[in-house]
């Protein structure tokens, strides 16, 4: 018997005859549970090859149908929501056009807008050098606050300090004269807009510490910060809700008022990227972008619209 | 006739799976090896820093969180794992069975992003102020993974367990073994190779896992110096900068890719050789 154990163990599963086989189906954990009792009977034998083809079909089908018409818009996944919204509004002046908004990032967005992949880059960054020979316009500008619990004394930081906190050069929030907390510093991930915007206003040349918590959203920082009594972090000034915290930079209350008049200049423009002029549906869209019905839009979800800023110079650079 | 058509069908139907898997680890390869040979297969395992934007791509604080956080979960998923099938095996009331089965198999259903939120939500809060540190740890992602690969575990020991002939069992007893000397002597001893196939399964559920662990370490960059601290696994590296990655730091991204192959593939061939050792 003891030489039979061993064979027995390895192939166990197959060698068991059906009626000792235990009564649930072995995958049954992977949760398809109702196939057992449902679907089973549907998905054997040639049905199975028949449902196949059904959704082959199908999505083929969907794939052609998306390719029919309309034009593609992708990018910065921080412009994207409010490019949706947009979107939505124009198609419904336009009922027989149609503009499919993608995330993606800034760099794909761009990428996207060169190589003709998209008819529309969307950038929540300023172009690098090397981009510029893209046709670009700003379609509104949007604002970056940095962050803090609600909990947290801090109300004022100068740009000097958030740097030195986002280095990892201070480690306690005592040494700022806050609670004696140490700080938990919260990030973008590389290669988003936001972090490589927060990287240009604030920290210079410095690097970002790599033992800062990095979350992939604005929604997932906020989301550490206000349960975080000792996190800071940086996000759109839209997206700032009573959760968390804005912190006044050098005194300068991040606000609409303070980014229009020039104060507050953590502020980065959201780019529609062309290759070549716009032409088309893509020209129309964009006129209705800059239009002041969508520039009213966007001011009401937080964003700063582009009319009402003629001096746009002071928040380029 | 048909019958031979269908079986036709079927069979390229089933080698399909096996080219895909082929175009994948082609793809992953052609992608990445170039980056690591770039940058020199020792800079990039055991490089410190990852800075994508100054070309620094240094993997080893990733290497040792996967490991940690899956040494971690398998700490928690396998005592407790065991031991819940030894008793749906062996002691558990049909009726409980009932409810038990079913619950634990839709614990494998879960999609990983809900167990993340919950983590997110409910467990990081109760790590950061009972034990200090973000919260989002490597602690936490270790708890929430030892829960998400317990259905694995269960399961398949349960099953393993399950099927040893009920001869095992009855000799053991007549020779004056009590139960629990037969369950820890006889039959654990003799389902071993099940048990650990269910502890590898577990573990590759555990390295691969992605959503939940953005979602609960915190993702830094930094090499982890204790359990309260935040980490970034081999996925969630993948996971949290594809979507800007671009160039170079795409490439790094699918080296990364290549590495995790790596510890699959090694992981997968132990838990094979380890299952066909035989007991002495």
Not at chain 1, 258 to 268: A, E, F, P, Q, S
Request: proline share 5%; hydrophobic share 45%.
């Amino acid at each position: 018997m003891g030489r039979r154990n061993t064979k027995f163990q390895i192939a166990n599963y197959k060698q068991i005859p059906m009626s000792k086989k235990p009564k649930q189906n072995r995958f049954g954990y992977w949760g398809l549970i109702f196939v057992r009792n449902g679907f089973k009977p549907f998905l054997t034998g040639i049905w199975n090859l028949g449902f196949l083809f059904l959704l082959l079909f199908f999505l083929i089908g969907v794939g052609c149908q998306r390719s029919k018409a309309g034009i593609t818009v992708a990018g910065s996944t921080s412009v994207e929501p409010f490019a949706e919204l947009l979107a939505e509004e124009y198609m419904v002046i336009h009922p027989k056009s149609h503009i499919y908004v993608q995330g993606g990032g800034s760099s794909a967005g761009i990428e996207a807008a060169r190589t003709h992949a998209a008819h529309i880059g969307m950038s929540s960054r300023a172009l690098k050098p090397e981009e510029k020979d893209l046709h670009r316009v700003t379609i509104a500008k949007d604002a970056i606050a940095i962050i803090v619990h609600p909990s947290n004394p801090i109300q004022d930081l100068s740009l000097d300090r958030i740097r030195d906190v986002f280095s990892g050069r201070f480690g306690n929030w005592r040494e700022l004269g806050g609670l004696n907390h140490p700080i938990d510093v919260v990030t973008r991930e590389e290669g988003s807009g936001t972090r490589e915007s927060f990287q240009k206003f604030v920290m210079g040349k410095e690097d970002i510490s790599l033992g800062a918590l990095v979350q992939d959203s604005n929604g997932a920082v906020r989301q550490v910060v206000s349960s975080d009594p000792s996190a800071i972090g940086y996000i759109s000034l839209g997206l700032v809700n009573d959760q968390v915290k804005p912190v006044k930079i050098s005194g300068v209350e991040p606000s609409l008022a303070n980014v229009n008049n020039g104060k507050y200049t953590l502020v980065r423009p959201f780019l529609f990227v062309f290759n070549g002029e716009p032409v088309g549906e893509a020209e129309s869209f964009l006129k209705f972008v800059l239009s002041a019905q969508a520039q009213k839009l966007l001011l009401k979800e937080g964003l700063v619209p582009i009319g009402q800023n003629p001096s746009e110079k002071k928040t380029g650079k | 006739m048909k019958e031979k058509i269908i079986e036709k069908i079927f069979l390229l139907i089933a080698l399909s799976s096996i080219f895909i898997l082929g175009l994948i680890t082609f793809f992953i390869f052609e992608e990445g090896f170039p980056l690591i040979l770039k940058i020199g297969p020792k800079a990039f395992l055991f490089g410190e820093k990852w800075i994508p934007s100054k070309g620094l791509f240094g993997i080893f604080p990733m290497i040792v969180s996967s490991f940690w956080v899956t040494l971690g979960a398998l700490l928690l998923g396998i005592p407790l794992g065991l031991s819940c099938a030894i008793f749906l095996c062996e002691w558990v009331p049909p009726a409980a069975g009932m409810i038990l089965r079913p619950t634990i198999q839709l614990l494998a259903a879960i999609p990983s992003v809900i167990y993340g939120f919950w983590g997110l939500i409910v467990l990081v809060p109760v790590v950061r102020n009972q034990l200090g540190g973000p919260g989002l740890s490597i602690l936490s992602g270790s708890m929430i993974l030892g829960f998400m690969i317990l259905p694995t575990i269960i399961s398949i020991s349960e099953d393993s367990l399950k099927a040893l002939p009920p001869t095992y069992k009855a000799g053991a007893l007549a020779l004056g073994a009590t139960h629990w000397q037969t369950i820890w002597r006889v039959l654990i001893p003799a389902a071993r190779s099940g048990i650990m196939a269910s502890i590898i399964l577990g573990m590759g559920r555990a390295i691969g896992e992605t959503m939940a662990m953005i979602m609960i370490l915190g993702n830094a960059v930094k090499l982890p110096s204790s359990f309260l601290d935040s980490a970034r696994t081999l996925t969630t590296n993948i996971g949290i900068e594809m979507g800007y990655a671009s160039g170079d730091h795409r490439q790094a991204l699918f080296a990364t890719g290549v590495v995790l192959f790596f510890i699959i593939m090694v992981l997968n061939s132990l838990a094979i050789v380890l299952s066909k050792r035989r007991i002495r």
